[in-house]
């Protein structure tokens, strides 16, 4: 909190003498400066909200006695895998991971084919009632998940499919902010399109996979990439839904086997790190449309 | 056969806006049939109902010798060009002409035969492979025509489809279009708003107007005898000169001047009010060569624009400016020539000289009327007067 | 057009075959959704014997026992501490990073990437980690205290601390944390013409002027946004709980869904849907008010920093 407040601090006092609008000249009493005054605000305010995970990352390489050091020190020489050891040898983390990977990706799979489905009738059909589904679909997105929580439980464990992966996945398989979001998307796009394959003779459906999905790549990505997140970190719903061991998914493993082993804190940072993994990596490879899918929540506000 | 009928069409929307209200037509076999109006007249929603986009709320829709009233637009053997093209952004100049053959199932053999046919005579060849992305405004203009064109339908239709276009390449395209009509020979129903695109196309010209046909004749005939004052101040640039007026004695008296009518009008005879109708072509500079014969007026322009060829002259005249709805929806969707300066009640006239007269603005002038170009309209329903007389012209002589 | 195919679209509308598009949708969101929240209000009013597997009619009395469990009152005391810090909090310093990542800079990109990357860390990753790294007897935090001359805290096994780095926690990492106001901040940012700045600052404004007269109106949507959102997000709170504390020290982290959670695997599921019930009814109090504020505020804007 603290750390807030001392960067807050530092924006302001360089933000009140000089703000330069746009590339604007650098202010008087900033020229000292071989660069932009700017990167003495930026530079501590991103690595400070980086440095837990840089942390995490180096923790996973140390020994227990390195781990309470400051500053945080490995030295190449000694890297320590001990961690990562431990956890491929004694724990079912490759099980877990294995688990969150299928759970993921087909609620990835399927939200992207449902919700065009969906989003592509409220878009372009005309049929009865179509107001006032979109208006229920859309009022589901404001219920706060624990009013849902005790009944979805019950009928999963009537389904037979509580401590399953079933009964992560069904829960997912559509999102009706994916299904909002497309739908979105597809009023955007010229009807002539459709209208011109459809008099090309391309039924409804063809025309959806011939000319409307290709089109709608950048409204897919951002619902996978939303999905994938969701999916992934998810805790809430696995924790109370699965109980059993092998069907932990990865934030479940992690933190169950927190609570078993105090006692080795390099490997929970090595599991930490497994878990974070997949979705960094797919973070800095696709950072522009991860930005842009995060910041489309806000559209419907 | 890819003659159109359209027997008693009419467009009712949710809510009770009728769009097109009865519209019976005929387009012939191989004709060039312009659908042409002010935008909201209802002629991008006939077309759709000939397309099969929209449906009919009443009529019938027949193409060749089948009612087509209620069969999908795929079963119609139609295509259609769109205003924006509508190429898929996502396949290349290839692709989207073999896209209509490949959804039919047409053998492979046919379907390059035709796109590498289609491709020639357009001047695609070079860019199959490219993406519309890539095509300037032209390019994809041909394309969507190719792509029409490659289905062999028997009957095209255009919305439009030189509207997105510069003026420089509108021109060249309106040629293309009336020379691959021309080598084509299909029956081809085209909207647009502008009547110059209009009269140069159109075998036949369908002028429309909240939804109803007012007049559906060749370019000379909508031109020389507009049925009503809604044709007469569409068709023609600049548009025609409309006053109020009356007629007495065997002359036309407006703004103090008195024409006399021409020695055949069947008006002669007449006392009325009528509205008045001038062509700018139909005033010539008075001078030695001009015709004697002909009356004339003394006017002072308060405008004078050179353009080459021609000069328009604008002057003021003294009498009331028609203000029928009809005029001023013409007016404001196609001419859009609202005055800045709005001056009195005063009727403005614009008279289209010959290049080599050298009017000055201020300076009286004097100017002749042919006195066999003038048209007369009831002031109340807008109908053109002393028409019957005439033996009605063949539409098809163009 | 032939008469049975008008009864269809009598019944159904133009195109029936909408429905067969919409199925799965609309087979998930009213099974998983809407009928679980009135299941839910009929579950908090019934009473379910564990042992003789027999439900009774309980009346109001779920509600009655909750009011005065101390366990539950706790969790909520804990869980309104916890949003009352974290919402402010949250979205001050994304508004401050989102203003500082919109200037134009050399490695701006570099800068944007490290200051996102939280966003993407679940929860409970965060909550391990932070565990770890505040642990009272190993933890780095101690060890940089140690440096710096103060005594060694007691963090999470304090059971004020430890909520309060619960919030610092959220405020670090997660779907809603600061990187995440950041971006939706930097987004409504970027959504600004640049020639209403520069028309601003012709027009001799300066920075603050401009900030006042430009950046805040533009921003007032997508804070009033935030303001709900992560309101939403602090009653909700549970993966970080438990990722760290599991609830502990004694009951001193314990959250109300946390709550929830455990009546849930205790199976006292009336105690839960209407503890649910109760903090619904909270939140629709709190959408009320805001809603009430809007319509008290006049329509401008009233800034970035409501």
């Known amino acids: 909190m603290s750390a807030v407040a001392s960067r807050r601090r530092g924006r302001e006092q360089l933000d009140s003498p000089a703000r330069p609008v746009a590339a604007g000249p650098v202010k008087k009493g900033w020229r000292w400066l071989p660069f932009d005054p700017w990167h003495l605000a930026l530079a501590p305010a991103t690595l400070l909200l980086a440095a837990p995970l840089l942390w995490m990352l180096l923790a996973s390489f140390m020994s227990a006695q390195q781990l309470y050091k400051f500053p945080p020190t490995i030295i190449p020489g000694s890297l320590h895998l001990d961690g990562y050891r431990f956890l491929f040898e004694d724990t079912e983390i490759s099980t877990w991971f294995l688990n969150s990977l299928i759970v993921s990706s087909v609620c990835v799979v399927a939200n992207v084919l449902f919700c065009s489905m969906a989003g592509y009738a409220f878009a372009r059909m005309r049929f009865r009632g179509s107001g006032i589904t979109l208006g229920i679909m859309l009022a589901t997105m404001v219920i706060p998940f624990q009013l849902t929580l005790i009944p979805t439980f019950i009928i999963f464990e009537h389904l037979g499919m509580i401590d399953t992966l079933w009964s992560l996945i069904v829960p997912s398989l559509v999102t009706p902010f994916g299904v909002f979001l497309l739908r979105q998307f597809f009023l955007s796009l010229p009807p002539e399109l459709e209208e011109a394959a459809y008099m090309d003779g391309c039924s409804r459906w063809k025309i959806l996979w011939t000319i409307v999905l290709p089109l709608a790549r950048p409204a897919l990505a951002t619902v996978a990439v939303v999905t994938f997140l969701l999916t992934w970190n998810d805790v809430s719903w696995p924790a109370i839904a699965i109980s059993s061991e092998a069907h932990n998914t990865l934030p479940l493993g992690v933190a169950s086997f927190r609570s078993r082993s105090e006692q080795n804190p390099s490997a929970i940072m090595a599991a930490n790190v497994i878990a974070t993994l997949p979705v960094l990596l797919a973070f800095l490879a696709a950072q522009k449309t991860f930005v842009r899918s995060i910041a489309s929540g806000a559209v419907k506000g | 056969m890819g003659a159109i009928h359209l027997n008693g069409v009419s467009k009712v929307y949710e809510g009770g806006v009728v769009a097109v209200d009865d519209v019976s037509l005929e387009v012939r076999d191989g004709e060039f049939m312009v659908l042409v109006g002010p935008s909201g007249c209802g002629k991008s929603t006939l077309l759709r109902m000939i397309a099969g986009l929209e449906r009919v709320s009443g009529g019938q829709v027949v193409i060749g010798d089948t009612d087509v009233t209620h069969v999908a637009p795929p079963d119609r053997d139609i295509a259609m060009v769109f205003q924006n093209y509508a190429l898929y952004p996502h396949k290349t100049v290839r692709e989207n002409l073999a896209f209509g053959l490949k959804q039919r199932k047409a053998p492979k053999a046919l379907i390059e035969e035709r796109v590498a046919d289609a491709a020639r005579m357009l001047g695609l060849e070079e860019m199959l492979q490219r993406k519309p992305s890539q095509l300037s405004g032209g390019q994809r203009q041909r394309v969507a025509i190719g792509r029409a064109m490659v289905r062999e339908p028997s009957a095209f239709l255009l919305d439009e489809p030189l509207s997105n276009l510069d003026a420089k390449l509108r021109t060249t395209m309106r040629g293309e279009l009336a020379r691959l009509h021309e080598r084509l020979g299909i029956t081809t129903v085209y909207v647009t708003h502008d009547q110059v695109e209009a009269m140069t196309l159109g075998t036949r010209v369908a002028v429309l107007r909240g939804g109803v046909v007012q007049q559906c004749a060749s370019p000379q005939e909508l031109y020389r005898r507009p049925r009503n004052l809604f044709v007469a101040a569409f068709i023609g640039s600049p548009a025609m000169n409309l006053v109020e007026a009356r007629i007495e004695g065997g002359c036309v008296r407006f703004a103090g001047l008195a024409i006399p009518l021409a020695d055949g009008s069947p008006l002669r005879g007449a006392a009325r009010d009528v509205i008045l109708g001038v062509r700018p072509a139909a005033f010539t500079a008075d001078g030695p060569r001009a015709d004697e014969a002909l009356p004339r007026i003394e006017v002072v322009p308060d405008l004078v624009e050179h353009l080459g060829d021609e000069v328009h002259v604008s002057f003021g005249l003294d009498a009331t400016p028609v203000q029928g709805d009809a005029v001023l929806a013409a007016e404001e969707d196609v001419h859009a020539t609202r005055l800045l300066v709005e001056d009195a009640p005063r009727a403005r006239f614009v008279a289209v000289l010959d290049g080599r007269t050298a009017p000055v603005a201020k300076q009286p002038m004097s100017l002749r009327v042919d006195n066999e170009q003038l048209y007369f309209f009831d002031p109340a329903s807008g109908e053109a007067l002393g028409l019957a007389a005439e033996p009605s012209e063949q539409p098809a002589a163009a | ?306």
């Open chain 3, 1 to 306: 057009m032939p008469p049975h195919r008008r009864l269809v679209e009598r019944v159904f509308g133009e195109t029936p075959s909408a429905w067969l598009y919409l199925l799965p949708a609309v087979v998930i969101i009213v099974g998983l959704a809407i009928v679980p929240v009135f299941w839910s209000l009929l579950l908090s009013f019934q009473d379910k014997d564990p042992i003789a597997e027999t439900t009774s009619w309980a009346g109001f009395d779920n509600y009655r026992e909750l009011f005065h469990d101390e366990k539950f009152r706790g969790a909520v005391e804990h869980t309104i501490t916890y949003t009352a810090l974290f919402v402010p909090l949250s979205i001050l310093g994304g508004l401050g990073l989102a203003l500082l990542l919109n200037k134009r800079v050399r490695f701006i990109g570099v800068y944007r990437t490290l200051a996102f990357v939280p966003v993407i860390v679940s929860a409970t990753v965060q909550g391990v980690l932070f565990s770890v790294i505040f642990d009272d007897q190993v933890g780095v935090a101690n060890g940089l205290l140690d440096k710096v001359g103060i005594a060694p805290q007691p963090f999470f096994s304090d059971g004020r601390q430890a909520l309060l780095l619960l919030v610092l926690a959220g405020l670090w990492a997660g779907t809603s944390c600061i990187s995440f106001c950041a971006v939706i901040f930097l987004a409504a940012l970027q959504d600004i013409p640049r020639e209403l700045t520069e028309a601003a600052s012709i027009d001799g404004a300066r920075a603050w002027g401009t900030f006042k007269a430009v950046t805040a109106p533009a921003l007032a949507p997508v804070t009033i946004f935030l303001l709900l959102w992560q309101t939403v997000q602090g009653i909700q709170l549970f993966d970080l709980v438990y990722g760290s504390t599991a609830g502990g020290p004694g009951d001193a982290t314990v959250v109300v869904v946390y709550f929830i959670y455990r009546s849930i695997r205790e199976s006292a599921y009336g105690t839960g849907a209407a503890a649910s019930y109760i903090v619904v009814a909270g939140l629709a109090a709190i959408g009320l008010a805001f809603w009430l504020g809007r319509f008290a505020v006049s329509r401008r804007g009233r800034g970035a920093t409501a």
